[in-house]
Each structure stands twice: as structure tokens, then as C-alpha cells.
């Protein structure tokens, strides 16, 4: 009995936390040579992170562009997308025939070169406007500008993109007409691969999943085409590296697709609208029109193009079973219900639990987090927990509710860095079982209610450095696997692994800016003291992004302990 228990416990503990939009950094400055991807993987409810080179996602972020994970599988995979913009800007060393007037508006400056010591250096900027460089002269003198000197002039530009992983909290429009890609990504093997474009252009990522067995996987996008009751499914089978279109009948007929996700259980594929319901399709064994529809639950459906539902809203898959967890209002006071699908075929949901948020709110783990009572977001639901568990967004952050006995099981200062803080919900975190991660000879904290964390996180269980490749291509360099680890088990490591980013944060790397510049100052808070970050306070940015009040931060790092970020111990 006891080993069974265990066993259950070990399996609780066996899968992270993934938020979807991932890091964007400087290929050159932050990854080693030939390295496209690195992944932390942390038990959760930590967040764990992936990081991907820019040549990979070039595009700046924005709430209508952005790379995205829009699926995982329980073989370590996941199904990044990503509109490929840009790589590097393309006129670098290109010439217009013609004026572009770009330049206006950009900052003019003149460099003395010499040809002996390879050395350009800027000359102060005079007090009037630099004007036109061919009334510019050279006059050189024995102490001074001597023979080997020239006089470059220049308009500055940008000499980097400033918005590498910034969020743009709203749409730019920026990236129509860039290519979009899919790339699959492996955290046993390290190796990010590009998948061959369809023929068809590829779509809405909320339309996309993963399908995953042992030797192989699906990617499956869904083109609904409303006007025609039609949908076209494109589908790239890693078996025989090419895609197939197939046209499918298309049960909701003239009613547009929310595009909320796509859920992977039973070995089917599961298309999420969250105003409307679910679409299915047996992908190995799928027959020409076999699309099956599945309503919400009675009562649930809401008009087409409803927005905000993933924070109030969510279906995902929990210890075998099929879910659907929704917040609404009753006679004006919040509830959160739970619904189990019973039959596919007939449309048939169980309500297996429902809690009012007054009782949340009065549970003491929950006062203790020191968190108003407010609705919170949706986040997830637990993947492995037998019961109803709910994980919620609220500030900074993430905790876990048992729906039925009305209990905060668990919280955690969650370090997702985009979106911002407004914009967090179901849509932008993945539930990531892993079959292929060993288990640990350690006793795992009891999940009912283990005891809160305030500390600093724990190390990450796996961590891995992977390059990229195209399917189909000659690998552009193999991967290589920097440290794997589940509590007290290693896993072998490579030979000769790239060194890693230290982990450890002086004082000197610590961004210093004023706080004029947040976004929605009224949602930002502190995640060391918990207290709003005003347009009038001094703010600390870390490396990883993270913002904290410079105090805070300071009294931080000056801890006996290694320096590291307080969110995510980068």
C-alpha cells in the first residue's frame, strides 16, 4: 500500500509548468556557438522556460504576433510556432536604388578611422545638427589628424532591434506577410527541427496540435472554412516527412472557430472553441467527414468571438479524463464549476464540482498568500491530481485550488516574463507530462497540502542545450545535453557539454531604471514585497527580464547565498 501511494505521489510530482511564449535572445550574447534552443524544466507549480535564439524568432512580440508553444506531447516534445520576420535587418549591407526617407529623425555622426590601427572613433556631437556630409572636410596635422586618417560619416539607425523580448501590449500589424514555421522540439534529444512548409499557408497556431507516439508524431493544423461547412486539415506525419491535405465536413457550419487550442487525449485530437465546444478527429484512423462535434455543457455556450475566455475558462486533460473548468456568476457571486465528459459521441458532460470564491478567499492558505479577494484567471487543470484541481492566475501568482473542498492545496510566485501580467490566462501555459523523465528514488512532498513555498526555488530537474535542424535537411549542428536531472537521480551527460549561462547575478548586470515606463502600473507588482511598482520608484531589471523595486533587489543579492533572480533563479 504504501509503494502505491508512492508510486501515485512520484507521479504527481512528474510534470512542469510551460508557459507558451518563450525567451527571445541574442544568438551571439547568450547562447553557445550553434546552440537555437535551451530549455529549463522545473517540477511544478515553478515555471519552467524555454529560451530560443532569435534566428529562430525574429519577429517583435506583440498580443496579435508572437512565438508560441502551441503543443505538447508526453514524449518530451513540443510544437513551437513562430512568423519568421526578419533574421537580421535586410538592408545591412544592400543599397536602395532610390530614397527611403527612413532615416530621418535617426541621430548623424561622424568617425575618425585610421588605417594603421583599424580604430574608428566617434567625434563629439557638435551643438548644431550635423548637416550635410559633403560639406565635410579633413584637415590633419603632424600631432593630430595625420596621413592615414579618414572621416566616416554615418546616420546611426538602430544597431540592434530594441525589442528583442519585449511585449508590445497590443497589435502592431508588423508581421503580415512574414513566413510562419513550425518547429518540433525535443527535450530528451535537445534538437529543435524545423518542419517543411505545407503547401497551404499555415494558419491560426490555436488550431495546431501535437499528436505523439513512441517512434513518431502528427502535427495537425484545422482551416475551418465557415462559408463552405468545410474544413481543411493539413497534417504532417514524421513517418513520412511531408504533408497531406484532407477536406472534412464541418459540424458547426457557418459558425466561426474560436481557435482556443488543441488538446491531445485517448489518441485523438481535441479542436477548443471555449464559447462553443470541442471538435475531434481520430488522426491514425480517421475516414473521409470524420469530424466529430462535442457541445459545452449545457448552459455554456456564448455568442461567437466572445474575448477573454481563456481567463475564465479552460479544457484539458486530468489523470485520464477529459475536463472542462469554467468561472462564472451567480445571483452576482463568483463560482468556479467543474464538468468530466462522459460520452463523446452523445455530448454528455458530468458537473462533478462546483465552489463560490467567498470560500476560496476564507481558506487560511490562502489568506496567507496576502492576495485580495479577487476573481482570479484561469490558468490550468492538474494533469495527474485524481481529484479537482484548478491552478489560478492572480498578480504574480499561480496557485492550485481543490474545486470540491474548497481548499488552496498550494502557491508560487510564477516567473513568466510575456505576457504581461494583464494578458495571463489558459492560453499562455501548458500542462507537461513527460513519460520519458526517470522517476525519483526521493519521497515526494505529500500533494494534498504541502507546505507553502516562499524560499528560493529549487534547482531545475532537467536542463538541456539544443540546436536546430530541417526536417528532412542535414542537421545544421547536433545537440548537446548540458545537465539532465530529476531530484537525487542523474542522468549521463555529454562529453564535452557547452558551457551555460552562469547563474549568478552581480550587482553591475542589474539594469537600474525609473519606473515612468511600466505598462499598466496598477497590475505591476513587486514579487519580493508584494507591493504595486509606481511610475516614481526605482526599479531593478534583472538579465532574465524580471523587474523588482532596486531596494528590494539589493537587500536580495547581498544574501550569503549565490546571487540569482528571486522568480526564477537565473
Same mark, same amino acid.
Given at each position: ?20 511564449i518563450p525567451h527571445v535572445v541574442y544568438d551571439e550574447v547568450n547562447l553557445p556557438p550553434g546552440v537555437d534552443v535551451h530549455l529549463y524544466l522545473t517540477a511544478a507549480p515553478r515555471a519552467s522556460r524555454l529560451t530560443v535564439a532569435r534566428r529562430i524568432a525574429p519577429d517583435r512580440k506583440a498580443t496579435d504576433n508572437h512565438p508560441y508553444v502551441a503543443a505538447v506531447d508526453q514524449h518530451g516534445r513540443l510544437l513551437l510556432y513562430a512568423t519568421l520576420g526578419h533574421s537580421r535587418p535586410p538592408y545591412l549591407d544592400s543599397f536602395h536604388p532610390g530614397p527611403l526617407g527612413e532615416h530621418h529623425g535617426f541621430p548623424k555622426a561622424y568617425f575618425v578611422c585610421s588605417a594603421t590601427t583599424g580604430v574608428a572613433s566617434r567625434i563629439r556631437d557638435p551643438d548644431r545638427p550635423i548637416g550635410h556630409p559633403g560639406n565635410a572636410g579633413l584637415l590633419g596635422y603632424s600631432t593630430g589628424y595625420y596621413h592615414g586618417r579618414l572621416l566616416l560619416y554615418a546616420t546611426l539607425g ?47 497556431? *490555436? ?18 472554412? $465557415?462559408?463552405? *461547412? ?44 471555449? #464559447? ?7 488522426? $491514425? ?13 449545457? +448552459? ?31 445571483? +452576482? ?6 464538468? =468530466? ?6 455530448? =454528455? ?20 498568500? &496576502? @492576495? ?14 485524481? +481529484? ?36 495571463? #490566462? ?28 516562499? +524560499? ?12 536546430? #535542424?530541417?526536417? *528532412? ?5 547536433? &545537440? ?34 525609473? *519606473? ?25 531589471? @534583472? ?14 543579492? #547581498? ?12
Amino acid at each position: 500500500m504504501a509503494a502505491a501511494e508512492g508510486a501515485q505521489r512520484a507521479a504527481l510530482e512528474r510534470w512542469a509548468i510551460l508557459p507558451c511564449i518563450p525567451h527571445v535572445v541574442y544568438d551571439e550574447v547568450n547562447l553557445p556557438p550553434g546552440v537555437d534552443v535551451h530549455l529549463y524544466l522545473t517540477a511544478a507549480p515553478r515555471a519552467s522556460r524555454l529560451t530560443v535564439a532569435r534566428r529562430i524568432a525574429p519577429d517583435r512580440k506583440a498580443t496579435d504576433n508572437h512565438p508560441y508553444v502551441a503543443a505538447v506531447d508526453q514524449h518530451g516534445r513540443l510544437l513551437l510556432y513562430a512568423t519568421l520576420g526578419h533574421s537580421r535587418p535586410p538592408y545591412l549591407d544592400s543599397f536602395h536604388p532610390g530614397p527611403l526617407g527612413e532615416h530621418h529623425g535617426f541621430p548623424k555622426a561622424y568617425f575618425v578611422c585610421s588605417a594603421t590601427t583599424g580604430v574608428a572613433s566617434r567625434i563629439r556631437d557638435p551643438d548644431r545638427p550635423i548637416g550635410h556630409p559633403g560639406n565635410a572636410g579633413l584637415l590633419g596635422y603632424s600631432t593630430g589628424y595625420y596621413h592615414g586618417r579618414l572621416l566616416l560619416y554615418a546616420t546611426l539607425g538602430h544597431s540592434r532591434p530594441p525589442y528583442l523580448d519585449s511585449f508590445h501590449p497590443g497589435p502592431l500589424g508588423e508581421h503580415h506577410g512574414f513566413p510562419k514555421a513550425y518547429f518540433v522540439c525535443s527535450a530528451t534529444t535537445g534538437v529543435a527541427s524545423r518542419i517543411r512548409d505545407p503547401d497551404r499557408p499555415i494558419g491560426h497556431p *490555436g488550431n495546431a496540435g501535437l499528436l505523439g507516439y513512441s517512434t513518431g508524431y502528427y502535427v495537425a493544423e484545422l482551416q475551418p472554412a $465557415p462559408t463552405t *461547412g468545410t474544413a481543411t486539415l493539413i497534417l504532417y506525419s514524421s513517418d513520412s516527412g511531408a504533408w497531406t491535405d484532407e477536406k472534412l465536413t464541418y459540424p458547426p457550419h457557418d459558425r466561426p472557430w474560436g481557435g482556443n487550442g488543441v488538446v491531445s487525449h485517448q489518441e485523438r485530437l481535441w479542436w477548443v472553441d471555449l #464559447s462553443y465546444g470541442l471538435l475531434t478527429c481520430d488522426l $491514425p484512423h480517421r475516414h473521409h467527414g470524420d469530424l466529430l462535434y462535442v457541445p459545452l455543457p449545457e +448552459g455554456c455556450e456564448l455568442p461567437a468571438g466572445a474575448v477573454d475566455l481563456e481567463k475564465s475558462r479552460s479544457v484539458g486533460v486530468s489523470a485520464g479524463r477529459l475536463r472542462y473548468v469554467q468561472i462564472d456568476e451567480r445571483d +452576482g457571486d463568483p463560482i468556479v464549476s467543474m464538468w =468530466t465528459l462522459i460520452d463523446q459521441h452523445a455530448g =454528455t458532460w458530468h458537473l462533478d464540482c462546483e465552489a463560490p470564491f467567498e470560500a476560496i478567499w476564507a481558506d487560511e492558505v490562502y489568506r496567507g498568500t &496576502n @492576495l485580495p479577494p479577487l476573481v482570479p484567471a484561469v490558468a490550468l487543470i492538474h494533469p495527474e491530481h485524481p +481529484g479537482d484541481v484548478v491552478y489560478f492566475f492572480l498578480h504574480s501568482r499561480l496557485f492550485a485550488v481543490d474545486v470540491r473542498l474548497r481548499r488552496v492545496l498550494e502557491w508560487q510566485f510564477f516567473a513568466m516574463l510575456h505576457p504581461p501580467m494583464a494578458y495571463h #490566462s489558459s492560453q499562455f501555459v501548458r500542462a507537461w507530462k513527460m513519460s520519458s523523465i526517470p522517476d525519483s528514488d526521493e519521497t515526494p512532498i505529500d500533494p494534498v497540502r504541502p507546505p507553502l513555498t516562499r +524560499g528560493v526555488p529549487a534547482a531545475p530537474i532537467h536542463e538541456s542545450w539544443a540546436s536546430s #535542424s530541417i526536417l *528532412g535537411d542535414a542537421p545544421l549542428q547536433r &545537440n548537446h545535453i548540458v545537465h539532465s536531472k530529476w531530484p537525487a537521480q542523474a542522468m549521463m551527460m555529454s562529453a564535452n557539454p557547452p558551457k551555460a549561462p552562469s547563474s549568478q547575478i552581480p550587482f553591475e548586470r542589474c539594469h537600474i531604471v525609473d *519606473g515612468a515606463g511600466l505598462v499598466r502600473t496598477d497590475e505591476e507588482e513587486c514579487p519580493l514585497c508584494v507591493q504595486p511598482m509606481t511610475p516614481d520608484e526605482v526599479l531593478s531589471v @534583472l538579465p532574465c527580464g524580471h523587474k523588482f523595486h532596486k531596494g528590494c533587489n539589493d537587500l536580495w543579492l #547581498s544574501r550569503p547565498s549565490p546571487p540569482s533572480c528571486a522568480c526564477c533563479c537565473v
